[in-house]
C-alpha cells in the first residue's frame, strides 16, 4: 500500500499491487487553468457566466416551446429535446470545474469521473441523433410537404426522439464500461473534466485495442449520421433552389441553415478532440478544443435558432412582454 502527495495539498490514497504494477484508484485530479489564485477566481467567473447564459437561453428555447401554441409542431419539439440536451451536457463539465476552482482543489472521485464520462457521451450522442432526426424533419417538410403531417404524426416524432435518446443511452453504456474496465496506472487526467482519449492514457492496459474498438465505433457512428445529414440537405437545397416563390426559399434557407451550422460545430469539433492521433496532442489545444465542443455549441444553439427563426423569435418576445406572457400562461392552463 503507497500514499501519494500531489500538488496543491490534495493526498491520494492508492493501494498498489506490485505483481503486475496496477493500482486501485479513488480518486483523479483534473487540470487546473492556473495554479495563481487570482486567475482560478478569474476562471470560476468566467464560467459562471457562460453557464447561466447558457441555461437562460436554453430554458428559454424550452419554455417558449412549451407556452407557444404555434410552436407546437415536429421541428420545435425536437429542437426542445436538443434544448434539453444542451442543458444537461454543459451541467456534466461546467460546474465541477467551477467548484475546483473555487476550492482550489482538482480532485473528482472515481464514480464522479464515471458519471462525468458516461452522461457526456450519453448526451453528446443524443444530440448527434437528435440532429439526424432534424435534417430527416426538414427533408420530409421540404421536398414532400404534402405527406408531411402523415409522416411526421405525433407518434412518429416520439419514437424517433426515443431512439435518439436510447441510442445516446447504449453508446454511453457501452463506451463507458470500456473505458473502466481497465485499470490505472496514473490518477492524473490532463483535461478539466473526465475525457476518455485522456483517461485511455492513463491505463496500465494495451490500449491498441481499446482504441481502435473506441474509435471506430465512433467513426462509424459519426461518419453514418453526418453522410446521411449531408445527403439529406443535397436533396433539400436541390428542391429548395427550384422553388419559384423567392419568399419560399429564404424561409426554408432560414430553418435548414441554422441546423447545418450546429451539426458542423458538433461534429468538426468532437472529430478533432476524439479522432486525433494521439502523437499529434497538445495540452494547449486539447484544452481549447474541450471548452469549443462542451461549452459553445449548447450556448450558441439558443443564439442560432432565435436569430434564424421568426417563430422563436416572435415566441420569445411574446414570452418576455408581461402582457402576452400573462396570456400564455392562463391559456395554456385554464381551458
Not at 470545474?97 to 480532485?107: A, D, I, T, W
Not at 426559399?249 to 469539433?269: D, G
Amino acid at each position: 500500500m503507497s500514499i501519494f502527495l500531489f500538488p496543491s495539498g490534495n493526498v491520494q490514497l492508492v493501494i498498489t499491487n506490485n505483481t503486475d504494477n496496477t493500482t486501485s484508484v479513488t480518486d483523479f485530479l483534473l487540470l487546473e487553468f492556473s495554479d495563481v489564485r487570482e486567475l482560478q477566481y478569474l476562471q470560476f467567473f468566467v464560467f459562471l457566466v457562460l453557464y447561466l447564459a447558457t441555461v437562460t437561453g436554453n430554458l428559454l428555447i424550452i419554455i417558449a416551446i412549451v407556452l407557444d401554441h404555434h410552436l407546437h409542431a415536429p421541428m420545435y419539439f425536437f429542437l426542445m429535446n436538443l434544448a434539453m440536451v444542451d442543458l444537461g451536457t454543459i451541467s456534466v463539465t461546467i460546474p465541477k470545474s467551477m467548484v475546483n476552482s473555487l476550492l482550489n482543489s482538482r480532485l473528482i472521485s472515481y464514480p464522479g469521473c464515471v458519471a462525468q464520462v458516461f452522461f457526456l457521451l450519453f448526451l453528446i450522442a443524443s444530440d448527434l441523433a437528435l440532429l439526424t432526426v432534424m435534417a430527416h424533419d426538414r427533408y420530409v417538410a421540404i421536398c414532400n410537404p404534402l405527406q408531411y403531417e402523415v409522416i411526421m404524426n405525433q407518434a412518429a416524432c416520439m419514437q424517433m426522439v426515443a431512439i435518439a435518446w436510447a441510442s445516446g443511452l447504449l453508446y454511453g453504456v457501452i463506451h463507458t464500461s470500456s473505458t473502466f474496465a481497465n485499470s490505472f496506472c496514473s490518477n492524473v487526467v490532463d483535461q478539466f473534466f473526465c475525457e476518455i482519449p485522456q483517461l485511455l492514457k492513463l491505463t496500465c492496459s494495451d490500449l491498441y485495442l481499446v482504441e481502435v474498438g473506441v474509435l471506430a465505433v465512433s467513426v462509424i457512428i459519426v461518419l453514418g449520421c453526418f453522410i446521411f445529414i449531408i445527403v439529406t440537405y443535397v436533396h433539400i437545397f436541390t428542391a429548395v433552389l427550384t422553388m419559384p416563390s423567392v419568399q419560399g426559399r429564404q424561409k426554408a434557407f432560414s430553418t435548414c441553415l441554422p441546423h447545418l451550422t450546429v451539426v458542423s460545430m458538433l461534429v468538426f469539433t468532437g472529430v478533432f478532440v476524439y479522432l486525433r492521433p494521439a502523437s499529434k496532442s497538445s495540452p494547449v489545444l486539447d484544452l481549447m478544443f474541450a471548452v469549443i465542443y462542451s461549452v459553445v455549441p449548447p450556448l450558441m444553439n439558443p443564439l442560432i435558432y432565435s436569430m434564424r427563426n421568426k417563430e422563436i423569435k416572435v415566441a420569445l418576445w411574446k414570452m418576455l412582454n408581461p402582457k402576452h406572457c400573462c396570456k400564455n400562461i392562463l391559456a395554456e392552463f385554464i381551458p
